[in-house]
């Protein structure tokens, strides 16, 4: 309790020794600004003040200023006869237990719309390329069926076919090896294999890769670094694969890809992805390293995949020591980077 002079009147025991274990010392009589300079600055002094005006004055959740504590306060105007204020009480209960358990409650239902969400977009991806390997087998079957009695098959349908059926498989196995180096991430059980190796010759592998499936991109290399690297070559490659592959993918309406390796600060090699697609809006960028997250907009909820490739890339980059940003504009592309330690 305080008086109008907003010093202590009287303080319980409990009160008391919570303040003591950060403000020692006899309270009765001193100014609460006087324990505590702080909170000349703070929403619990703006509340004495209304407080002292007469107004009952509840706050449900404050965080201390001194703890991890939570309380709810009650500012309760004192009258006297005349009907002035000449006190007012707080009662602040602990409520810390509480909001934690609110807080587990919140997290467990996000994490099970998570794993709902995730169980759903699993679905439909996995699904997509089974269901297209099945249509081209059974268009094969078909046109043999029907030229039994002929004894020929057009080869340009054939070849149309088995290409189409390659690209889905490899779409399938994609998505599985992302599926499983997340529960590898996730368990600890990711393993590097590291070797010394030339980065250059890893990036040109790697684009050479991309253009085969990929006959519409321009993917143009600057080497202004050459350097060798200590590191797992398969994850590393599988990081590239990761950020060319979404440049293309996210590039519908452009067709061309620039990949740059140059040398940063010291004993640094950095490699950048740049494209000239569609772009992420500023308010989405903040979460694009996080698992399963997707762009919130229809035009991104057309191209396929999990939302973790970026997730994968991110770890497997910062467990070679190094890191991974990224610029975008919308409408205008976005340039990924990441950089590694160089081989000494």
């Known amino acids: 309790m305080v008086d109008k002079e907003l010093r202590f009147i009287s303080v319980n025991k409990k009160a008391g020794s919570v303040i003591a274990e950060y403000y020692p010392g006899e309270l009765t009589g001193r100014k609460i600004t006087e324990v505590n300079p702080r909170l000349l600055d703070s929403r619990y002094y703006e509340d004495l003040l209304k407080a002292f005006d007469g107004k009952l004055i509840i706050r449900d959740k404050v965080k201390s200023s001194v703890s991890e504590q939570y309380y709810k306060h009650n500012y309760i105007p004192l009258q006297n006869m005349a009907g002035e204020v000449y006190a007012v009480m707080t009662i602040s209960h602990d409520i810390t237990d509480s909001v934690r358990q609110l807080e587990q409650l919140t997290k467990l239902a996000e994490s099970d719309k998570l794993k709902s969400d995730f169980i759903k977009m699993a679905s439909h991806e996995l699904k997509t390329p089974v269901t297209s390997i099945k249509g081209y087998v059974q268009l094969v079957l078909s046109a043999l069926h029907k030229n039994e009695e002929e004894k020929q098959l057009s080869p340009s349908l054939i070849k149309l076919s088995l290409a189409n059926i390659d690209k889905q498989i490899n779409r399938l196995t994609r998505l599985l090896s992302e599926l499983l180096d997340l529960s590898k991430i996730e368990t600890g059980k990711l393993e590097l294999n590291r070797e010394v190796f030339n980065l250059n010759e890893l990036v040109i592998d790697t684009v050479q890769d991309v253009l085969y499936s990929d006959t519409r991109h321009t993917i143009n290399i600057f080497h202004d670094f050459g350097c060798n690297i200590y590191g797992d070559k398969d994850r590393i490659g599988q990081v590239l694969i990761n950020l060319l592959t979404n440049a293309v993918k996210y590039s519908p309406g452009s067709d061309k890809i620039e990949v740059w390796v140059k040398q940063a600060k010291k004993g640094k090699v950095s490699v950048s992805i740049k494209d000239y697609g569609i772009g992420i809006a500023k308010k989405y960028q903040s979460k694009i390293f996080e ?25 497997i980059v910062e467990q070679h020591d190094g890191n991974i940003h990224f610029t975008s504009e919308k409408d205008k592309g976005s340039t990924f980077t990441f950089t590694l330690p160089i081989a000494g």
């Open 291 to 315: 698992r399963f997250y997707r762009v919130e907009e229809k035009i991104e909820q057309t191209f396929p995949g999990f939302g973790i490739g970026l997730f994968l890339a991110k770890e």
